[in-house]
């Protein structure tokens, strides 16, 4: 029976735990939501991914077991049903094609028979991806500013004393030794080794 019971779906990553969109604020947004509109609450739909991913297991799952076991899907933010506009938009599509309703916390339900509330997810949406666009963009113009005062982005390149790297070889250490003793990978050796030849040629 899907008559009154509704799925929900969260999604974290590493980097939002650290801002305001963590699993415990987006399942209270939800809860209250349901609460004010006596909705009832079925199941929840949670994937924890990194901020790159574009695997989504339990969201395709979501959208799958939304056609036949729940009336509709509530989300706490519209980014949430898609990592940028066109998804969010090809989201919406596979929804609307079920008959089943879309519930945004942020600004309630999107009835798919009226325009206004069509448009208004456009909208949203739009908004949505230029707020991370302009994030994105903040992110890439710190870098580079970074880049220019230090020299380049990233942990500080480690030394690597040739001098007793060249003693411990003759002492008989192999590379994945001498990786050890200068805390690198070895990968990472082997490519230090490759610079400091490139050099003396």
Same mark, same amino acid.
């Given at each position: 029976?899907?008559?009154?019971?509704?799925?929900?779906?969260?999604?974290?990553?590493?980097?939002? %735990?650290?801002?305001?969109?963590?699993?415990? +604020? %987006?399942?209270? @947004?939800?809860?209250?939501? &349901?609460?004010?509109?006596?909705l009832?609450?079925?199941? @929840?739909?949670r994937?924890?991914?990194?901020?790159?991913?574009?695997?989504?297991?339990k =969201?395709?799952q979501?959208? %799958?077991?939304?056609?036949?076991?729940?009336?509709?899907?509530?989300? &706490? =933010?519209?980014?949430?049903?898609?990592?940028?506009? +066109?998804e %969010?938009?090809?989201?919406?599509?596979?929804?609307?094609?079920?008959?089943?309703?879309?519930?945004? +916390?942020?600004?309630?339900r999107?009835? #798919?028979?009226?325009?206004?509330? #069509?448009?208004?997810?456009?909208? @949203?949406?739009?908004?949505? &991806?230029? @707020?991370?666009?302009?994030?994105?963009?903040?992110?890439?113009?710190?870098?580079?500013?970074?880049?220019?005062?230090?020299?380049?982005?990233?942990?500080?390149?480690?030394?690597?004393?040739?001098?007793?790297?060249?003693r411990?070889?003759? #002492?008989?250490?192999?590379?994945? #030794?001498? &990786?050890?003793? =200068?805390?690198?990978?070895?990968?990472?050796?082997?490519?230090?080794?490759?610079?400091?030849?490139?050099?003396?040629?």
């Open positions: 029976m899907s008559e009154n019971r509704y799925c929900y779906y969260v999604r974290v990553s590493t980097k939002e %735990q650290e801002e305001k969109r963590t699993y415990e +604020v %987006q399942i209270n @947004e939800v809860k209250k939501y &349901a609460e004010s509109l006596d009832i609450l079925s199941t @929840e739909y994937d924890i991914m990194s901020g790159k991913s574009k695997k989504r297991p =969201f395709n979501m959208l %799958q077991d939304l056609k036949s076991n729940y009336k509709g899907v509530i989300v &706490a =933010f519209v980014d949430r049903l898609g990592r940028d506009f +066109v %969010q938009l090809r989201t919406y599509i596979k929804i609307y094609d079920t008959g089943k309703e879309i519930h945004v +916390v942020d600004y309630g999107v009835n #798919q028979d009226n325009l206004d509330d #069509q448009f208004k997810y456009i909208i @949203e949406s739009y908004f949505s &991806a230029k @707020e991370i666009e302009r994030h994105s963009d903040r992110i890439k113009g710190g870098i580079e500013r970074y880049k220019k005062e230090h020299g380049r982005w990233g942990p500080k390149k480690k030394e690597i004393d040739w001098e007793l790297f060249e411990l070889e003759r #002492q008989g250490l192999n590379r994945e #030794q001498l &990786a050890r003793v =200068f805390e690198m990978c070895r990968t990472t050796l082997y490519r230090r080794i490759k610079e400091e030849e490139d050099k003396e040629v």
